[in-house]
């Protein structure tokens, strides 16, 4: 009897190789989605017990469009429909390409919510079941199946082809797939449920085997790698944040540190650095420092600089910028920057601003305004654990003779 | 994966084609015939120089059709088996492409085969997918 993490890994593998095959042969995304996940479902039950066949690709593929022709039977609904084909200049015949990509691609199409994309991914292209993300979400199943099913309806809708779009879209569409992968690994992040990161990472190593010279797609696997590497060191047992300096550095990711450096290297070396890459570049360097005094601080501000640039509108950039402003030149330069941020009310109303001003306000030493702004992080802060660590913070603070 | 796109048409449409409509059918001018013949050689042509072009053909009047079955154990022969306005299968092109999708898109580039008024709203173009395996057939 083979493992079932076995199968299941297996089988999360070859989930989008599976669709990609049956909506290239037969189309019907919405109904060959619903068919790959029953084939999935019917593997998962038989493989573990009756063992892997010997082309378990192609019996998924098999009993997928088996399943689909049940499906197209039973629907009547879904016969005889008209929808407007779209048409196109005739580009010929596409070039070889990569199923998993042109799925990737469908599930971030334009006329879905990002929260309708990241659901579609998750299931079409992750293989994960619609209870699996439900719970990831902390939506009841319900939603997430109808958010899945209007979603899928929508794309099959859009009229749009199973092919990678055309070169004036092509750019636009891959960045929506990149951004709806990052949300998927911040979700993870955020929440400390590793399940999501985990995911984010398989499918953007994926998109990465796909386009190996696509230097923001290295981008951003290299920050994926580069930060998920300290998620072991950045939660005490009580699950309470532990702020990067403080992080035993030797439970960081070592190999996830190696692998992310040489990527973020190799990107930055092949053209323009984009947003990803940056980014990638300061969790590098934050990564490579023996300790936290150790950090390049005036690189990284540099870096920020960069990225303030190519992203102006981004306040959580701006934020991380006057920090690092305030570890090069001194608390003062960094808190005169944070004024400059407090006209923009996402970012005030933001725990990590409020957080990130405490720090500054107790590195320059102004006792009473840290607490307090400490307290008031702690107000904002969306977790327990984070509470508790700010009120801590503030705890600290009181003079002890007093 | 081949799939294999039909057209069709009745006796009727024939005649039309020929010059010779019935009532109510638009007439073929020998200009339009020309048209939609050089169109057709520009689509066959490309799709042979993209290497997707498996097979084409145009079938001939139905009233040339003969139909066998087996009676009795004999077979038997109709000759001209279609009425007039029963539509059947006129002609045909098979394709080697990466999609249904691709083949979808060859289809709606046939479907705009220049033609006299009153022709393309009528004509319609079917796309099916050739098994590729016996197995497939028992999908």
Known sequence: MRGTTEVEGLLRELAPQVLGAVVRRYGHFDAAEDATQEALIAAAAQWPADGIPDSPRAWLIRVASRKLTDLLRSDQARSRREYQWQVTPDAGPAPDQDDSLVLLLMCCHPSLTSAAQIALTLRAVGGLTTAQIARAFLVPEDTMTRRITRARQRVKDSGVPFAMPGGDQRAGRLAAVLHVLYLIFTEGYASTRADLAGEAIRLTRMMHRALPNDSEVAGLLALMLLTDARREARTGTGAEPIPMAEQDRSRWNAAYIREGTELVTTALRTGPPGLYQLQAAIAALHDEAATAEDTDWPQIAALYELLVQADPANPVIRLNHAVAVAMTDGPRAGLAMLEDLCCDRRVTADHRFLTARAHLLEMAGQTCAAREAYHAAAGRAPTLPQQRYLHARAGRLTPRNA | ?139
């Open chain 2, 1 to 139: 994966m081949k799939y294999m796109i039909l057209v069709y048409g009745s006796q009727q449409d024939y005649d039309a084609l020929g010059g010779n409509p019935a009532p109510g059918r638009p007439v073929w001018p020998p200009e339009d015939f020309a048209a939609m013949g050089s169109f057709m050689e520009k689509v066959a042509k490309d799709l042979t120089e993209s290497g997707e072009l498996v097979d084409t053909g145009g079938l001939t009047a139905p009233v040339h059709a003969r139909r066998i079955q087996v009676r009795d154990g004999v077979p038997v022969v109709t000759d001209g088996p279609y009425a007039e306005t029963q539509e059947v299968l006129a002609g045909y092109w098979i394709v080697e492409c990466g999609s249904f999708d691709r083949a979808t898109q060859i289809a709606a580039r046939l479907a705009q085969t220049p033609g006299p008024a009153g022709v393309a709203e009528t004509a319609y173009a079917d796309i099916r997918p050739l098994a590729e395996s016996r197995e497939e057939l028992d999908l």
